[in-house]
Nanobody
């Protein structure tokens, strides 16, 4: 009933930029937080950036000053603008959303996107 669809991943050279997008759709009643995670080969899935419904943001230390998370509540969309990309940013990037559905408007659950590959290499 709820889908998160990501786009914007790809191959980029070190120092380059990418913008990831994730659109939530389906029987959504309310969205609280929206987040981006990433998982590199052989590593755990780690939080990259988070944005609350009111717009407050948090970032992992490794991406502060280079990445910017934003959201468009009218479009149920979260973005991750990435600048000055490094090889160590290479990972599968996942969006998620903490939201409630029309079937259970007061119950908030975590929903995940399918993941999109970001590769930073020369």
């Amino acid at each position: 009933q709820v889908q998160l669809v990501e786009s914007g991943g790809g191959l980029v050279q070190p120092g380059g930029s990418l913008r990831l997008s994730c659109v939530a759709s389906g029987s959504i009643f309310s969205i609280n937080a929206m987040d981006w995670y990433r998982q590199a080969p052989g590593k755990e899935r780690d939080l990259v950036a988070s944005i609350a419904s009111g717009g407050s943001t948090n970032y992992a230390d490794s991406v502060k000053g280079r990445f910017t998370i934003s959201r468009d509540n009218a479009k149920n969309t979260v973005y991750l603008q990435m600048y000055s990309l490094k090889p160590e940013d290479t990972a599968v990037y996942y969006c998620n959303a903490v939201l409630s559905t029309t079937g259970q408007p007061s119950i908030f659950r975590i929903y995940w996107g399918q993941g999109t590959q970001v590769t930073v290499s020369s």
